[in-house]
């Protein structure tokens, strides 16, 4: 079973558009959570951590429930240049990283 | 401008043939660590460092060795590449205290082909 799971998508939707993406863990003990960006086989890039109070970053949400151990992204008016992968990671408490095999977001005009 | 960096970006090799695949960051991290992406497989760990002269395996440590002499430097070292190491590979960086300290930052990745 893989330690990070996500929907590979992809997600075609039209500009404007509200999308949200899931994603689930199978580590207990996972300590911390994020979302990060990628474009086109390029480095990664951090979007949001993921808090358990769930946070919010302009048209961003984020959020986790350990409970049942998913963690979730919610974009918003969903802009042409949001088309990228999106990469669920854990790290766990022995500083390792776990990554989702990505969720492909396409945005049409 | 911090940033990490990786070279060579591009390798086409043989199978057999050692090779080393360099990591710099100017952030003074104490962890760096390696990946590498497949498609279908997302990006995997192969091994980590959390200060010089500390490494640890990863998920995906076979084939490879790694070395951490001095902080900014983290050297991915293939001994005798076989075809099944193909795949794109990154460098990553972070530090481990402070605010902000989760946030991993990549290299530019090193795209390796192995005959």
């Known amino acids: 079973r893989k330690e990070v799971e996500q929907d590979p998508g992809p997600f075609n939707v039209p500009e404007g558009a509200t999308v949200a993406f899931n994603c689930t863990y199978s580590?207990?003990?996972?300590?911390?959570f994020f979302w990060y960006r990628q474009d086109c086989r390029k480095e990664p890039k951090l979007l949001m951590s993921?808090?358990?109070s769930g946070n919010e970053d302009g048209r961003f949400t984020a959020q986790l429930n350990r409970a049942s151990q998913y963690i979730s992204l919610l974009i918003r008016d969903s802009k042409l240049s949001d088309s990228a992968t999106y990469l669920c990671?854990?790290?766990?408490?022995?500083?390792?990283?776990?990554f989702g095999s990505g969720t492909k977001l396409n945005v049409k005009p | 401008e911090a940033q990490v960096t990786q070279n060579p970006r591009y390798l086409i090799t043989v199978t057999g043939k050692k090779l080393t695949v360099t990591c710099s960051q100017n952030?003074?991290?104490?962890?760096m660590s390696w990946y590498r992406q497949d498609p279908g497989l997302g990006l995997r760990q192969i091994y980590y460092s959390m200060n010089v002269e500390v490494t640890d395996k990863g998920d995906v440590p076979e084939g490879y060795k790694v070395s951490r002499k001095e902080k900014r430097n983290f050297p991915l070292i293939l001994e005798s590449p076989s075809p099944n190491q193909t795949s794109l590979y990154f460098c990553?960086?972070?530090?481990?205290?402070?605010?902000?300290?989760?946030?991993?930052?990549f290299g530019p990745g090193t795209r390796l082909t192995v005959t």
């Open positions: 990671v854990v790290r766990t408490n022995f500083n390792k990283f776990y």
């Open positions: 993921v808090y358990s």
């Open positions: 580590n207990s003990a996972s300590q911390s």
């Open positions: 990553a960086s972070r530090g481990t205290s402070g605010r902000g300290s989760d946030e991993q930052y």
């Open positions: 952030m003074n991290h104490e962890y």
